[in-house]
C-alpha cells in the first residue's frame, strides 16, 4: 500500500507535541503503527570472529598500539534485583569478566570508564576484570568526572583521581580525560579545572608517570573546544588525545558546530591529535533504523548489521584512535569485534549513502537521546532516558498516533500506553516532572528535557481520554 504525504494535521501534531520539526513530504513511522522494525543484528555475519585480525592504530605521542574496537564500561551487565533490572539490580561481575577475556583474546586492548558509570561502580568492575590480567595487555582510560561543585576544590578532585588508581587497581591511568568539557561555558571549565589548579596538578602527574596520555572528552559549547585547543596551540597545556561524538548522522549536522564532528575532527587532525570516538551508534539509534533506511543499507551489504556501517564509518578517518561501544551484550562484542577484523574503510559510495541516510533520518520527529545517563540521577526519581526510549521506539515502530481519526489509532494508542508502564515504572513517568532544570546543563545534546517531558506526558494523557 501506496503511503501518503504528511497531512497539516500531523505537522501541527509534531509542533504541538514539542518532538520534531517540519517533516512535510516524509513518511514518518507514525503512519504505519504495524510496520515491523527491523533489528540492528538479525543479519550480522555469525561466522567465526577472528582472535588476529583486529586493526590498530598508533598513538604518535607514546607510541602505544590501540586497537581501533575500545571497550566502553558504560554500560555493563547487570543481575536481575528482585525490583527487576535498573532497580536493586548489582553489576552482574562473572558476565564482565567474561566479556573481558573474551575482548582481550580478540585483539581489544583500550578499556574507557569513569567514576560515575554504572551508579559508581564501573570502576570498581572494570578494575576487577582487567587485574586478572597482565598490566601491558590493556589500557585503561577514566576520567575526571567532577560535576558537582563540592568536587571543584583541588583537594576533592585529587580525591576522585586516587580513588580511580584504587578502584582500577593500578598505580598510573593510561589516558586520563577532563570529563565532558562544553556544559556550562568557559566558566564552568575554569571552575572545575583551571582556577582550582587542577590542571597543573594532572599535568604533573603526566611528568610523574601516574597518568600517560591527558586529554579530554567534549559535549557542548563549541566555544570550549576551540578554547581548549587554543591553549594546545598555545603551549600552555599539550592534549596527547580529544574524545568526540563522531558518527555519520553528526558528521555534517546542521545544528552547528557543537555537534558536527566533521569540524571537531578536522580541528583535531589539523594540530596531529588522535581522537577517540563516542556514541559512534548515537545511542543505539544507528543500529535500529526505520525500514526503509535499513532496508537501503541491507540490499548493499546483506550479510553484515546495521551497527557495522556506523562502526565502518566511525573507523575510516585516519585520526581515529579508537571507536568506543558499550557493549553488554556478547554478540554485540563479537559482531563489533567483525567488523574491525579487519576494517574495511567506507568507499565514496558508500560514505554519500550514509550522508543521504543520515539526512532522512534528520526529519523524523525522534529525541537525540543517547542513553548517557548525564542527567540522572532525577531529583524527583525519573528514569529521563527510559522515557525518551520509550517515545523513541514508537515512532520508528509506527505507534505514535497521528489524531483519534487515524484508523490505526487504537492499535498505536494501545501499544503506545502499554509498552510506556512496562518500559518505565508509573513512579518514573514523566507526568513526575517538575520542570527543575536540573538536568538541562548536564545534557551532552543540549535537550530541552523538561519541555520534552511535558510534552510526552501531555501527549500521554490525551491518549488516555482519547481525545
Given at each position: ?6 497531512s ?39 561466522t ?64 574507557d ?60 591511568i ?24 587542577l ?22 559549547d ?29 558528521w ?44 537501503t ?56 549513502l ?9 526529519r ?20 529521563i532516558?527510559?522515557i ?20 490505526n ?46 510534552s ?12
Amino acid at each position: 500500500m501506496e503511503r501518503k504525504k504528511i497531512s497539516i494535521d500531523r505537522r501541527e501534531f509534531i509542533k504541538r507535541l514539542g518532538i520534531g520539526g517540519a517533516v512535510a513530504g516524509v513518511t514518518l513511522a507514525g503512519c504505519k503503527p504495524a510496520a515491523k522494525k527491523i533489528a540492528g543484528d538479525t543479519t550480522a555475519d555469525v561466522t567465526e570472529v577472528p582472535t588476529d585480525k583486529m586493526t590498530y592504530r598508533v598513538n604518535h605521542n607514546t607510541g602505544d598500539t590501540v586497537s581501533l574496537l575500545g571497550y566502553g564500561m558504560m554500560r555493563l551487565p547487570e543481575t536481575r534485583g528482585a525490583g527487576g533490572r535498573g532497580a536493586d539490580s548489582e553489576l552482574d561481575q562473572e558476565a564482565i569478566n567474561e566479556l573481558v577475556d573474551y575482548a582481550l583474546a580478540h585483539g581489544v586492548n583500550y578499556f574507557d570508564t569513569s567514576p560515575m558509570y554504572c551508579k559508581g561502580k564501573s570502576e570498581e568492575a572494570t578494575g576487577i576484570a582487567l587485574s586478572r590480567h597482565p598490566r601491558d595487555s590493556y589500557y585503561i582510560a577514566t576520567k575526571l568526572s567532577n560535576f558537582a561543585p563540592s568536587t571543584w576544590p583541588l583537594k576533592e578532585s585529587i580525591k576522585m583521581f586516587e580513588t580511580s588508581l584504587k578502584l582500577l587497581r593500578t598505580d598510573y591511568i593510561d589516558y586520563l580525560l577532563l570529563h565532558a568539557v562544553g556544559g556550562g561555558g568557559i566558566p564552568t571549565l575554569n571552575d572545575r579545572f583551571i582556577d582550582n589548579g587542577l590542571l597543573e596538578y594532572l599535568k604533573e602527574q603526566r611528568r610523574n608517570g601516574r597518568i600517560r596520555n591527558l586529554g579530554f572528552s567534549f559535549h557542548g559549547d563549541v566555544e570550549v573546544y576551540d578554547h581548549l585547543l587554543a591553549m594546545h596551540d598555545a603551549g600552555d597545556v599539550h592534549w596527547d588525545f580529544v574524545q568526540i561524538q563522531h558518527n555519520y548522522v553528526d558528521w555534517l549536522n546542521k545544528e552547528g558546530n557543537a555537534k558536527r564532528s566533521e569540524y571537531l575532527y578536522g580541528e583535531l587532525e589539523k594540530r596531529s591529535i588522535p581522537a577517540v570516538v563516542m556514541e559512534p551508534l548515537l545511542g543505539g539509534r544507528l543500529s535500529h533504523l526505520p525500514d526503509h533506511l535499513a532496508n537501503t543499507l541491507r540490499e548493499r551489504r546483506p550479510s553484515q548489521s546495521l551497527a557495522s556501517w556506523a562502526f565502518r564509518f566511525a573507523g575510516t578517518h585516519p585520526g581515529i584512535l579508537t571507536v568506543l561501544s558499550g557493549m553488554t551484550y556478547m554478540e554485540h562484542l563479537q559482531d563489533n569485534v567483525r567488523t574491525y577484523s579487519p576494517l574495511e574503510p567506507c568507499n565514496d559510495d558508500e560514505i554519500e549513502l550514509l550522508n543521504h541516510t543520515a539526512a532522512l533520518l534528520d526529519r523524523y520527529p525522534l529525541i537525540p537521546c543517547t542513553k548517557c545517563q548525564y542527567c540522572m540521577p532525577c531529583p524527583y526519581g525519573l528514569n529521563i532516558p527510559a522515557i525518551f526510549e520509550h517515545y523513541n521506539k514508537c515512532v520508528n515502530e509506527g505507534n505514535v498516533a497521528e489524531s483519534v481519526n487515524d484508523p490505526n489509532y487504537a492499535e498505536a494508542r494501545r501499544a503506545f500506553l502499554i509498552g510506556y508502564d512496562r518500559a518505565v515504572p508509573k513512579l518514573r513517568q514523566a507526568s513526575h516532572c517538575t520542570g527543575c532544570g536540573e538536568c538541562l546543563s548536564h545534557c551532552p545534546q543540549s535537550i530541552k528535557i523538561p519541555a520534552k517531558l511535558q510534552s510526552i506526558d501531555r501527549y500521554v494523557e490525551e491518549l488516555k481520554q482519547n481525545v
